[in-house]
């Protein structure tokens, strides 16, 4: 069955410092990979996404991820943190080619202090 | 451009009851999925609809319906509410098929459901 773990629930970040959020997925296909984000009383805002090509996609807001098909993974990387950047990050599979079925991981909350 | 909207943002209501919530897509996208969150199972996918069909089902119990209008606007019922249906409804529209499809997926800001 498809599934999506992020195995960090809640990360601390320094502002300025660089971020790295783990995820990792389980799909028997080519996976159609997203990272979302949900502030606080905001709907959820995709930052980037990865259907094929280039196995390193940017984003916006100066994210990037990086897909790795041998080991199932599609890390989101900044190289600097913004005190605007806490939120709550969500990675997601989809299992549908249209990519509008989405299974998504539990989420890591990243807190940014000064 | 409008964003997607979902109608109500909050509501209470009490166990054995039923909720229909809404949501309009964004003008021209003719894909609109539901999303359940809750602090203990996340997002789940619950349905999805385009062109008033039911393309995609997750796995919830069949108290949980839904349906799409061919304005594309749509709606999703919860019948004999239970105390673990409180959660935030997510709403997604995408275009989802054509050129000019992004694969992205334009969230509202979601109906919090509350079951006392």
């Known amino acids: 069955a498809q599934s999506v773990t992020q195995p960090d629930i809640h990360i601390t970040v320094s502002e300025g410092a660089s971020l790295e959020l783990r995820c990792n997925y389980s799909?028997?296909?080519?996976?159609?990979l997203f990272w979302y984000v949900q502030s606080p009383g905001q709907g959820l805002q995709l930052l980037l996404k990865?259907?094929?090509?280039?196995?390193l996609v940017q984003g916006i807001k100066g994210f990037e991820a990086e897909f790795k098909r041998s080991q199932s993974s599609f890390n989101l990387r900044k190289p600097s943190v913004h005190w605007s950047d806490a939120a709550e990050y969500f990675c997601?599979?989809?299992?549908?080619?249209?990519?509008?079925?989405?299974?998504f991981g539990k989420g890591t909350t990243l807190s940014v202090s000064s | 451009k409008a964003g997607v909207t979902q109608t109500p943002r909050y509501l209470i209501k009490t166990r054995g009851q039923q909720v229909t919530l809404s949501c309009s897509p964004i003008?021209?996208?003719?894909?609109v999925s539901w999303y359940q969150q809750t602090p203990g199972q996340g997002l789940q996918f619950l349905f999805e609809y385009f062109s008033e069909t039911q393309r995609n089902k997750g796995n919830f119990p069949g108290r949980f319906s839904g349906r799409q209008f061919s304005n594309s606007r749509s709606e999703m019922n919860v019948s004999t509410l239970e105390l673990g249906d409180s959660a935030l409804y997510l709403c997604?529209?995408?275009?989802?098929?054509?050129?000019?499809?992004?694969?992205?997926?334009?969230f509202g800001e979601g109906s919090r459901l509350t079951v006392l």
């Open positions: 997604a529209s995408s275009l989802a098929t054509g050129p000019a499809n992004t694969g992205e997926l334009f």
């Open positions: 990865y259907f094929s090509g280039d196995t």
């Open positions: 003008s021209g996208h003719r894909s």
């Open positions: 799909y028997g296909a080519t996976p159609y």
């Open positions: 997601a599979v989809a299992f549908n080619q249209a990519g509008t079925a989405l299974i």
